[in-house]
């Protein structure tokens, strides 16, 4: 009986010797993972333009180079590949792929393609040619593009006529923009389809809207001499602006004799839209880049916020020689004194003695801050080329807010940040000015709050009528609001002239740099400007 126990073990074990045997050999023979799987990493790898990991996947030593040149050269933005399904037989695979290379300035090229494997080494690996990046790469060849580009296309003022010849007036070009060589940069930055030394858009609209305006060229993707792909190109497409050329020649007409740096800029209340702007000095765009403290045409933003909180036009105020907020002492322009008034005639008179106490005492500095902020202060001037942003920061004491209540102290606006208040003032809401009219808004209107307009026209009117803009000349039906805006150190300080209004659909905003006073010399050049207008208008 034991003999037979004995029998029973030894062939038990040698079952298992045999089974354990056979195992190995399987273990040492399966060929591991799959062509999908291998291909997958590759592209993936292919997709974030790691070489290193490609290189991994290959079943023997390659240079990957070749996918460098072809992104440089190409301008390749993102490569995305979807692959298909594996074919599979005898230790070698196939593995299709769709790659679509999205190239800059140009659009995407997709073609298809596969991918060679074999097993090395018990892996299935990349089994790597040049056709493994495309199927007509019989060697490394270098990458190159040839293009063939539309006639550019034209830019226009809202009547359609050409504004980018170069006959426009200086102003115009300032805001159109000129045709310049590209450089190496510019190549870098535009995309690869461009060549330095090719004309390109430089400054203003030209830049700004460079690839609406160039199209994109009919362009040959090639290796060597072989292409392997051509791309069809699309026309520019026109861009059309708001300038309206009677509203623009009146402009100039207005400043163009002035012996001082004049600027004005016109804007249509209902939509937003400019309707000119003129420098009468060349250079600095002094019209939407000019940083300048607005002076008392800020008191009608500073009037929009107390007519909110309650204060009517007939309401009783006071208007002395002095007053004092926040230990700053505050004097009127030429140290005028009214004594009582009514809040019309404070605004018509341009009383700071008025307007930086009524501020303390019913806005603070929260709600100034607010009110300005809804007539575009603080808000970037998005017109389709760069133009400075309007800026009030919050007072930190009372006397801060006493100084900004009649537009000095930290605020700094141009022209175009003026006209858009005069446009709000007119139509009852604030909107962002733009330049192309066609162009997303990235910003809302602002309605003006309930009831204000009309009170603000009625302010504005007086200061026309009987205030510091009567003997401007301005024509009836103007309504305006002058600004002696200081500048600079010391117990005498200059000053910038403007004067901010509408008349029927024509907003403006007039500066004249160290002008001196608004009224005297701001005012009178709107009166130009308006007399100057169609009467159709």
Same mark, same amino acid.
């Given at each position: 009986m034991g003999r037979t126990r004995?029998?029973?073990?030894?062939?038990?074990?040698?079952?298992?010797?045999?089974?354990?045997?056979?195992?190995?050999?399987?273990?040492?023979?399966?060929?591991?993972?799959?062509?999908?799987?291998?291909?997958?990493?590759?592209?993936?790898?292919?997709?974030?333009?790691?070489?290193?990991?490609?290189?991994?996947?290959?079943?023997?030593?390659?240079?990957?180079?070749?996918?460098?040149?072809?992104?440089?050269?190409?301008?390749?933005e993102s490569t995305r590949v979807t692959l298909g399904q594996p074919r599979e037989g005898d230790d070698r695979a196939t593995v299709p792929y769709t790659v679509t290379?999205?190239?800059?300035?140009?659009?995407?090229?997709?073609?298809?393609?596969?991918?060679?494997?074999?097993?090395?080494?018990?892996?299935?690996?990349?089994?790597? +040619?040049?056709?493994?990046?495309?199927?007509?790469?019989t060697s490394e060849a270098e990458f190159s593009l040839r293009t063939k580009w539309p006639e550019r296309a034209p830019i226009v003022d809202a009547d359609g006529e050409r504004i980018d010849t170069g006959e426009a007036g200086g102003s115009v070009q300032q805001l159109v923009g000129f045709l310049d060589k590209a450089t190496k940069k510019d190549v870098r930055r535009l995309g690869s389809a461009y060549r330095a030394g090719q004309a390109i858009g430089r400054g203003g609209l030209q830049q700004t809207?460079?690839?609406?305006?160039?199209?994109t060229p009919t362009t040959e993707i090639r290796a060597g001499e072989t292409t392997l792909e051509t791309i069809e190109g699309e026309e520019g497409q026109a861009l059309t602006t708001s300038l309206d050329s009677r509203v623009q020649d009146a402009a100039v007409t207005?400043?163009?004799?002035?012996?001082?740096?004049?600027?004005?800029?016109?804007?249509?209340?209902?939509?937003?839209?400019?309707?000119a702007v003129v420098n009468n000095r060349g250079g600095f765009n002094r019209a939407v880049d000019g940083r300048y403290?607005?002076? +008392?045409?800020?008191?009608?933003?500073?009037?929009?916020?107390?007519?909110?909180?309650?204060?009517?036009?007939?309401?009783?105020?006071?208007?002395p020689k002095y007053a004092t907020v926040g230990g700053l002492r505050i004097r009127?322009?030429?140290?005028?004194?009214?004594?009582?008034?009514?809040?019309?005639d404070s605004f018509a008179y341009s009383c700071n003695t008025s307007f930086a106490p009524l501020a303390q005492q019913r806005l603070g500095a929260d709600k100034l801050l607010e009110t300005a902020e809804l007539v575009g202060f603080n808000t970037a001037m998005d017109i389709g080329l760069p133009a400075t942003e309007p800026s009030l920061p919050r007072a930190e004491s009372?006397?801060?807010?006493?100084?900004? +209540?009649?537009?000095?102290?930290?605020?700094?606006?141009?022209?175009?940040?003026?006209?858009?208040?005069?446009?709000?003032?007119?139509?009852?809401?604030?909107?962002?000015?733009?330049?192309?009219?066609?162009?997303?808004?990235k910003v809302q209107p602002r309605p003006l709050p309930d009831g204000v307009t009309k009170d603000m026209h009625a302010l504005m009117a007086a200061v026309v009528t009987k205030g510091t803009a009567k003997a401007a000349g301005l024509p009836a039906g103007t309504r305006g609001k002058t600004g002696t805006a200081e500048y600079g150190t010391g117990p005498e300080l200059d000053s910038h002239a403007w004067f901010i209004g509408f008349k029927d659909d024509v907003a403006f905003a007039v500066v004249v740099e160290g002008g001196g006073g608004g009224g005297k010399v701001a005012a009178p050049v709107a009166a130009d400007f308006l007399r100057a207008l169609p009467s159709s208008r």
């Open positions: 004995t029998i029973v073990i030894v062939s038990t074990a040698a079952v298992v010797a045999v089974g354990a045997a056979a195992g190995g050999a399987y273990y040492l023979l399966h060929t591991r993972g799959t062509p999908g799987e291998t291909a997958q990493r590759f592209t993936a790898a292919w997709q974030a333009g790691d070489q290193a990991r490609m290189s991994a996947e290959l079943a023997a030593p390659r240079e990957l180079a070749l996918y460098g040149r072809l992104r440089e050269a190409l301008g390749v290379h999205r190239l800059k300035n140009l659009g995407d090229w997709t073609y298809d393609g596969e991918l060679a494997l074999k097993v090395a080494d018990r892996h299935w690996k990349v089994d790597w +040619s040049p056709a493994a990046a495309h199927p007509r790469l809207f460079e690839k609406r305006l160039a199209g207005a400043v163009k004799d002035l012996d001082k740096p004049a600027s004005l800029v016109a804007i249509r209340p209902g939509t937003g839209e400019i309707l403290p607005p002076g +008392s045409t800020f008191k009608a933003v500073t009037a929009v916020g107390l007519l909110a909180e309650g204060l009517r036009p007939g309401d009783t105020v006071t208007c009127n322009s030429e140290r005028a004194a009214y004594g009582k008034v009514t809040f019309q009372d006397a801060e807010l006493a100084a900004e +209540s009649f537009g000095q102290g930290r605020i700094t606006a141009s022209p175009l940040s003026m006209a858009s208040v005069a446009a709000a003032l007119a139509d009852g809401t604030w909107r962002p000015p733009t330049l192309v009219p066609d162009q997303p808004r």
